[in-house]
């Protein structure tokens, strides 16, 4: 009696990746506590998310896009000041082929965000919002490993090397450090600019946690306590290194998980002899864990009997295979040509990030084409504004190896700044030097043919004695020994034995003896 000896099998199956955007528009009065708005120094933007909600073929996300902005007053001792809102949005994204079950990874990015004095007492915001939505399915399916029988029948098998989604989910890790200012710089009075971003974050697997480290640049601008001091500022690197629990994790894993900073507060507090001279650092980074394995499994793709009737119902196992992880660098060097109108004294801090604008795939790898958005702050000769502020951006192109790459493979690519520093050259230019990560990890789709079920039947004399007992075969292109024994009611051995082989390998042109199985019964 035949016997199919089954397992559950873990599948995933990518349902594409949807990008939408979404324009937010909205007015702000400045607080009645806060003086005229002159000239606007510098800005900077993040969107948090609140909720993802999906349905079938609908998701809905619902956040904020935080800004804040430096300005300029008219006042007589040029002081600076900082404003802080949000923009709420609610975008209803369609989604074809999503189900209610599935995961969907949401990742942003800021395409434009434009902030423009309407009057001295009003703001406008005006923004771009690019969403990227990837659906994933995980499912269980039941298939055939192998067949527990005599040898009337006969089965082939098959070993795949596949990776598996193991972990899923998010998690979050907090970063706090006490920062003392340099005993050079006066008493904090209160902070006019709060920066911070991240740089070389790396997540690690270890068996029963997932390691993480990197930086943080934290950038602040301050006023003293007294008003006949300038503004100061202050920039800090912030090393972090710790670990998250995932009692799933293994360290044979493979880590996807992309990292975001979701939440900062940096607040100027007392030291031991009461002034304010330390800066509270509180951040939280969101981590979108994803955590594949590398396994061999085994599955049954074909049997026959010699001397019976075996129908077998097929089904498709859907996997994906690991083709490359590839943490590529891509170095910048370029200069960036200042207006008439920016005279540089002196640079105070620089910040960028990474716009990828196209990815392809090529030969042998992913054509990368992006570029660097620069934001440099300095002081200037005029004393009317001490301080300004200019953009500029450096195009890159890179290619990301990957071997055996084609159009049908899944890649996700994380981008990032490892390394970014401005220096003045000369009176009209500013050199960028900078190394960008492009994390990359490139999955080939495997679908298989495999066993699900089979239904014997004893075999019909009229077929049988419609064969021939012996019959001689040329060897046809493609032709492999199982597919000529179990289409003329024999078994590999028997050919092999019957013709005297060697090996099972056979050539187009070569001629066999095949002898019907219930003739040498």
């Known amino acids: 009696m035949m016997e199919l000896v089954k397992k559950e099998i873990h599948m995933n199956q990518m349902k594409g990746k949807i990008v939408t955007q979404m324009t937010l528009d909205e007015d702000f009065n400045v607080p009645d506590t806060k003086?005229?708005?002159?000239?606007?120094?510098?800005?900077?933007?993040?969107?948090?998310?609140?909720a993802v909600k999906q349905a079938e073929e609908k998701v809905t996300v619902k956040g904020k896009l935080q800004f804040e902005l430096l300005y300029g007053t008219e006042e007589e001792n040029g002081r600076l000041q900082n404003y802080m809102g949000a923009v709420p949005f609610d975008e209803l994204v369609n989604y074809p082929g999503l189900q209610a079950g599935d995961h969907v990874q949401v990742k942003w990015d800021i395409e434009d965000m434009t902030i423009s004095i309407i009057n001295s007492r009003k703001l406008r915001i005006n923004a771009i919002i690019t969403l990227e939505l990837r659906g994933e399915s995980v499912y269980e399916q039941e298939a055939a490993r192998e067949v527990s029988a005599g040898e009337e029948i006969k089965s082939r098998t098959k070993e795949l090397e596949v990776v598996q989604l193991k972990v899923?989910?998010?998690d979050t890790y907090r970063v706090k450090e006490e920062i003392e200012i340099p005993g050079t710089k006066p008493n904090i009075d209160h902070l006019l600019w709060r920066g911070l971003k991240m740089r070389n974050v790396e997540c690690r697997p270890g068996?029963?946690?997932?390691?993480?480290?990197?930086?943080?640049?934290?950038?602040?601008?301050?006023a003293g306590?007294?008003?006949?001091?300038?503004?100061?500022?202050?920039?800090?690197?912030?090393?972090?290194?710790?670990?998250?629990?995932?009692?799933?994790c293994s360290a044979?894993?493979?880590?996807?998980?992309?990292?975001?900073l979701i939440h900062k507060e940096i607040e100027a507090k007392p030291d031991y002899d009461g002034e304010n001279r330390v800066l509270s650092v509180d951040a939280a980074l969101e981590l979108d864990l994803k955590l594949y394995e590398e396994e061999r499994i085994q599955i049954l793709n074909d049997l026959y009997s010699p001397v019976k009737e075996?129908?077998?119902?097929?089904?498709?196992?859907?996997?994906?295979?690991?083709?490359?992880?590839?943490?590529?660098k891509c170095k910048i060097a370029d200069k960036i040509e200042l207006s008439p109108s920016d005279k540089i004294l002196q640079i105070c801090h620089?910040?960028?990030?990474?716009?990828?604008?196209?990815?392809?795939?090529?030969?042998?790898?992913?054509q990368v084409e992006g570029a660097l958005s620069v934001t440099i702050l300095y002081m200037s000769p005029d004393d009317t504004e001490p301080m300004r502020s200019l953009t500029g951006a450096v195009p890159f192109s890179h290619m990301v190896e990957a071997d055996d790459i084609n159009e049908d493979c899944i890649y996700e690519m994380t981008p990032g700044i490892e390394q970014l520093s401005t220096v003045m050259m000369g009176n009209d230019e500013v050199e960028v030097r900078a190394t960008i990560s492009l994390d990359t990890l490139v999955l080939s789709k495997v679908e298989e043919p495999m066993i699900v079920s089979a239904e014997e039947l004893p075999l019909q004399e009229e077929t049988m004695e419609a064969m021939p007992g012996i019959v001689g075969y040329i060897v046809k292109k493609g032709d492999t020994l199982w597919d000529v024994a179990k289409k003329f009611y024999t078994t590999e051995e028997a050919v092999v034995k019957a013709n005297g082989l060697s090996t099972k390998e056979l050539k187009p042109g070569q001629r066999i003896l095949l002898v019907k199985k219930a003739e040498q019964l």
Do not use: C
Request: charged share 25%; proline share 4%.
């Open 207 to 222: 068996d029963g946690k997932l390691e993480i480290r990197g930086e943080l640049i934290l950038f602040v601008i301050y």
């Open 225 to 248: 306590e007294e008003d006949h001091i300038p503004m100061q500022w202050m920039e800090k690197s912030i090393p972090f290194q710790g670990e998250v629990e995932v009692a799933e």
């Open 252 to 260: 044979s894993m493979i880590s996807a998980t992309s990292v975001g």
């Open 310 to 328: 075996i129908v077998p119902k097929f089904g498709t196992a859907n996997f994906e295979s690991l083709l490359v992880k590839n943490a590529a």
């Open 35 to 50: 003086p005229d708005v002159s000239r606007i120094i510098l800005s900077q933007g993040d969107v948090v998310l609140e």
């Open 350 to 366: 620089s910040s960028g990030s990474v716009k990828i604008d196209r990815v392809a795939v090529a030969e042998n790898g992913l």
């Open 168 to 170: 899923q989910r998010k």
